[in-house]
Structure formats: structure tokens, C-alpha cells
């Protein structure tokens, strides 16, 4: 049983540079999401998708983040033109859930997270 | 306002007491579901008890217990005998009718020898 993997585990790059981060969720998770998360605060959600569509976005994510979830199995977040700003933890996270009204389907497992380091 | 306060930003419990974690919650909603995760210093979020807003009785799993107070929208994470593997960062979290999850702050727990 195979949890939510994300690959590479630690980034580091410098200002300006593009990154790309890659999740792989639980098998047969409909839905996937975001977090980014700096130190001392809680994940702050930044995208969501439902199968392959991406249903709901954070103010967070601005024109420079785009996340992709092509076939409904793994998913991209891409950060353009990074900034020393960028800097944090990119959590990963699916679940199985379904329908609008929470319910505990709507548990999410997360990866073990992505650090970004920009110089 | 905030949707998800803990008000506490560290914890130390002596080892094998109980501890109490608190988490209020902000929502008009009538239908929601309460979360706690735990985060080691490895950074990784695990999951460790829901608790969905009709539910009528207080979840538990195990060493575990969510102390729900609907009426004073709180959701208070209690652990029994407290180990040293439980130090880490606990974080309460709520999703609404939506599909966006809101986290607390986190608690940072220390467990005493």
C-alpha cells in the first residue's frame, strides 16, 4: 500500500529560475491538493482538482504557480520566475472523498512535501 | 476572522499524563468536518482522528479523543498516555461545504520523560 509520494524532496534554486515539483497521489484518490507551508504556520491550501480538473484556486496562487493534473493520476505545480518569497514546504495531499457535503472520505494523506529553497 | 485558532503554541505534557490541544473553529455552515493531523519534525502530515459535524458522539482512535463542542465550536484533541514518539506539531483543521481545507496554527507538544 503506497502512500503519496513526492518527488524531488528538496529544490534548490536560484531567483528567476523555474521549478517544477511532481505528486503522486494514492491510487484510485479522486481528489488531489496543494498546501504550501512556511515555518511556524499551518498548510495553506493553493489548488485542488477533482480527477483530471482543477476545481478551485487560492489567492495564493498567483500568475507565476500552475498546477496540472493531466490524466487524473499524478500532478505538476510549476513556479515561474521564482522569488526568495517562494521559499517553503509544497505539501501534497489526496483523498478518496466525493460529493460536496465533508464527510470522512474526505480525509487527506499527504506526501512527505517538497522544501524550496530559492537563493 | 480566523476559521481554525489554536491558541496554544506550545505544549509540554510529562510522559504517560494526558494532554488537551485545543482548536476553535469560525463557520456558518451546518455541515462540516474537524481534522487533527500530526506533524514530526520529519514534516510529514499525518492523520489522526475526524469528526464530522452530526456526529453525536466524540470520536476516538485508540490513545486519541476529539472532545467536540458544538455549541462553543470547539474541537479539542485529547491524547492519554502521552509517549515520547507524540512530540511534534498538532494541527487541527475544517472543511466546509467546499472543498477547501483551513488549518490552524499548529501546537507544538513536548512529551517529558
Known amino acids: 500500500d503506497t502512500g503519496v509520494s513526492q518527488d524531488p524532496r528538496h529544490k534548490i534554486t536560484k531567483r528567476g529560475q523555474n521549478v517544477t515539483f511532481r505528486c503522486d497521489p494514492i491510487?484510485?484518490?479522486?481528489?488531489l491538493y496543494w498546501y504550501r507551508q512556511t515555518l511556524g504556520q499551518g498548510p495553506e491550501f493553493l489548488t485542488y482538482?477533482?480527477?483530471?480538473?482543477?476545481?478551485?484556486k487560492s489567492r495564493l496562487l498567483s500568475d507565476r504557480f500552475s498546477a496540472e493534473r493531466p490524466k487524473g493520476s499524478f500532478s505538476t505545480l510549476e513556479i515561474q520566475r521564482t522569488e526568495q518569497g517562494d521559499s517553503a514546504m509544497y505539501l501534497c495531499?489526496?483523498?478518496?472523498?466525493?460529493?460536496?457535503?465533508?464527510?470522512?472520505?474526505?480525509?487527506?494523506?499527504f506526501g512527505p512535501g517538497t522544501r524550496l529553497t530559492v537563493l | 476572522a480566523q476559521k481554525i485558532t489554536q491558541t496554544q503554541p506550545g505544549m509540554f505534557v510529562q510522559e504517560k499524563e494526558a494532554v488537551t490541544l485545543d482548536c476553535t473553529y469560525d463557520?456558518?455552515?451546518?455541515?462540516?468536518?474537524l481534522f487533527w493531523y500530526k506533524q514530526p519534525s520529519s514534516g510529514e502530515m499525518i492523520f489522526l482522528i475526524y469528526?464530522?459535524?452530526?456526529?453525536?458522539q466524540n470520536a476516538t482512535e485508540g490513545r486519541y479523543s476529539l472532545n467536540f463542542q458544538k455549541a462553543r465550536k470547539s474541537a479539542n484533541l485529547v491524547i492519554s498516555a502521552s509517549q515520547l514518539g507524540d512530540s511534534a506539531m498538532y494541527f487541527c483543521?475544517?472543511?466546509?461545504?467546499?472543498?477547501?481545507?483551513?488549518f490552524g496554527t499548529g501546537t507544538s507538544l513536548t512529551v517529558i520523560p
Open positions: 495531499a489526496s483523498s478518496p472523498g466525493q460529493g460536496l457535503i465533508p464527510n470522512p472520505t474526505d480525509t487527506q494523506y
Open positions: 491510487s484510485e484518490h479522486n481528489r
Open positions: 482538482f477533482q480527477n483530471e480538473a482543477q476545481l478551485e
Open positions: 463557520t456558518s455552515d451546518q455541515s462540516y468536518g
Open positions: 469528526q464530522g459535524s452530526y456526529d453525536e
Open positions: 483543521a475544517m472543511r466546509e461545504l467546499g472543498n477547501q481545507f483551513y
